[in-house]
């Protein structure tokens, strides 16, 4: 299989493109919009002279590549293996960048991560090269940063294996994080199933200045939408402002669209996507996407009347906008930087910083570190170091060495930082800080882009305040989160005060060209049948799958319920990652992870519920183990938009794994809940979200009338109390026919699997 991304495949993707985008438009008569246009170039063609103008269309569309990290990509390959296909049907890559721990810098934190990895790099390396996938080694960066540099095209579209795929949309493609199910039935070759979405256009015009960067775009445009506001739909940025953000700026803005819950963000092809393809070695993909330009960009109907074309518009002046802050514990929680230091006294929040981090998978181009690094210059010629420690994550092998031959990275040495290795790092909670005690609170600034209470370092205690490279460079150099670099001096050891300018303008590309990284990229064999894929059954890292067990077709009666979450709820919560990481291949010693971070409404406790056999208070996968031994099924009860964040799909797979049937909620995050349905399991919401309130903690739930499942069609529900009452809801679903057998076959791998061997 070839997984690059030549210019042959390219015209065949635009060439189509061209040709629906005609069909699509007679059908609905109408101007399109560009993420309109994308998605009918890759409609399977029943849809292609349809109205898909509402929110409970679900359409096949056919992706051109799918990308996997190490961790969520361990699952997805044991699944493939199920299916028993010798190839992947379309370009696939794998991509080592979760499970390198920051403990100490980069160079030793990788060395030490490929002898403790070992197994699952072996794994991974072994399956991707006999299945046609492209293996990318540990050090070799971050997925999103490397699809970028080397996948990404304007027009194209992709999905991968975590919640920040849609960084690509930089680069003009639609990119869609997925759960490993998605991933692994369209590496067999099916098609990609998906809600077809709403539109969110946001209108930008002016020019950025001073302080603010394309990170204060994203951050503005999560307060204005909050954690789920962008929920099944895809926001599409457009406007005379477009144009002068990067092509990497533009890809710290849709990394991000995902904190808000949003399907994928895209951008227009212009002139700064032209330019970082010349930089990066795809010329002749430049030109195409010159020739194509009309379909890679809205029509220019849109930009008149944009009211007219999408479900709700965001318009922004660039030139007014300030730096933001978010946090902490969610990303929507915004301010400008004027309003932080009000915010810090009359919230109680923890003034002094201890830790700052810059770069990840959001912030690591070469313009966030040019910026940053002028910062440290500015600060070294006065006399000043950063007052904390300062740790950068570049966001691959390619940018840490460009910078490294171009001076930035002796800059940020020259004040204090430490270089970490190109992974994900303290983003994604792989981050050793034995220094903290148990329940120590703490205060931490980056430039990341998720910030859940646990979420970098596995300690509720520590807040996460979000912020640009520029902003977040300023704390460390002032140490806390009162000083504001706009107006605030800082102080030398000699006592000579000194502020800090505004970051100078940076090159959006090096001037003398990207360095090409080397030895760090495996392609498919030649060969694939000389290739054995090797897993342990004696392994405490990799467990071969076993196929879940059909719905015997009976209703499901006096179910338990394991835990009534209260408020978020994210699969951060659910299945926790830090220390858990490195047993994502292996489900049945993962599922002890189960709920550890859910907060239980019943008894306010974290990861703890009532064992309704023995009444004890345990953790929930203990309580889990129980019932499933004694083949006692039950449920979990969630909150508003449970599961938001990341795309794990082990969140729904262990709850399956341990025995649950059932996720009543009053409302899903997307990956979620399909993720959820692709497990076999039911995922259903209150028709009346007060019904969640009569939930008692030791209440029996039936489910009744699933031999009538259908679409459409509300789940009754019998609630029946200790004290011998019982109540009647109704819990709303969002199935269609096709998911409904994913039920009854136990999981959509199973139906690919029952439909191979027919």
Known sequence: MQTETTPEMVKSVYTKLEKNIAIYRKAVNRPLTLAEK??????????????????????????????LQDVTGQMVMLQFMQAEMKSVALPTTVHCDHLI??????????????????????????????????????????????VLENYAFPGGLMIGTDSHTPNAGGLGMLAVGVGGVDAAETMAGMHWELLYPKRIGVYLTGKMNGWTSAKDIILYVAGQLSVSGGT??????????????????????????????????????DKRMELYLNSTGRSKIAELANHYKESLVADKEIEQNPEQYFDRIIRIELSELEPYVVGPHTPDLVRPISKLADDVKNNDYLDKISVALIGSCTNSSYEDMSRASNL????????????????????????????????????????????????????????????????????????????????????????????????VTAFALGGSLSFNPLEDDLVSDKGRKFKLEPPKMAPDVPENGFLIANDVYIPPSKNP???????????ERLQKLEP????????????????????????????????WLRLRGHLDKLSDNLLLGAVNAFNDQVGKARNLLSKNIENCAQIAR??????????????????????????????????????ITKSFARIHETNLKKQGLLALTFANPIDYEKLLEDDKISLI???????????????????????EIFLNHSYNKSQIEWFKAGSAMNVLRNTKHN
Not at 46 to 64: G, I
Not at 237 to 253: H, L, N, Q, R
Not at 717 to 726: D, L, P, Q
Request: charged content about 20%; some cysteine.
């Open 38 to 67: 994308i998605l009918a170039g890759h409609l399977d063609e029943q849809y292609l002279e349809k109205t898909l103008d509402n929110d409970t269309n679900y359409v096949f569309l056919q992706p051109d590549r799918v990308a």
């Open 101 to 146: 721990q920051a403990r100490t810098e980069g160079k030793s934190d990788t060395k030490l991560a490929i002898y403790e990895n070992n197994e699952v790099y072996n794994f991974l390396e072994s399956s991707a090269t006999k299945y046609g996938a492209g293996f990318w080694k540990p050090g070799a960066g971050i997925i999103h940063q490397v």
């Open 232 to 269: 099944n739909s895809i926001i599409e940025y457009f406007g005379p402002g477009v144009e002068s953000i990067s092509c990497t700026g533009k890809a710290t803005i849709t990394n991000m669209g995902a904190e808000v819950g949003a399907t994928c963000s895209i951008f227009p092809y």
């Open 376 to 471: 440290a210059e500015q600060a070294k010629s006065n006399g000043i170091k950063a007052k904390i420690p300062l740790l950068v994550t570049p966001g691959s092998e390619q940018i840490r060495s460009t910078i490294e031959r171009d001076g930035q990275i002796d800059s940020l040495k020259s004040i204090g930082a430490t270089v970490l290795a190109n992974a994900c790092g303290p983003c994604i909670g792989q981050w050793h800080r034995p220094e903290l005690k148990e329940g120590q609170q703490n205060t931490i600034v980056t430039s990341f882009n998720r910030n859940f209470p646990g979420r970098n370092d596995g300690k509720r205690d520590t807040m996460n305040f979000i912020a640009s490279p520029e902003i």
């Open 529 to 539: 049948d000389s290739i054995e894929v090797l897993i342990d059954p004696n392994s």
């Open 548 to 579: 879940f067990l059909k719905w015997n077709g009976e209703d499901f009666k006096n179910l338990r319920i394991m835990i009534k979450a209260k408020g978020k709820c994210t699969t951060d919560h659910i299945s926790p990652a830090g220390p």
């Open 626 to 663: 129980q019932y499933k031994k004694e083949n006692l099924p039950w449920i979990i009860i969630g909150d508003n938009n449970y599961g938001e964040g990341s795309s794990r799909e082990h969140a729904a797979m262990t709850p399956r794994f341990l025995g649950c049937v059932a996720v």
């Open 705 to 727: 009338g699933l031999s009538n499942f259908s679409e459409k069609k509300p789940i009754q529900c019998v609630i029946e109390h200790v004290n011998g009452t019982s109540e």
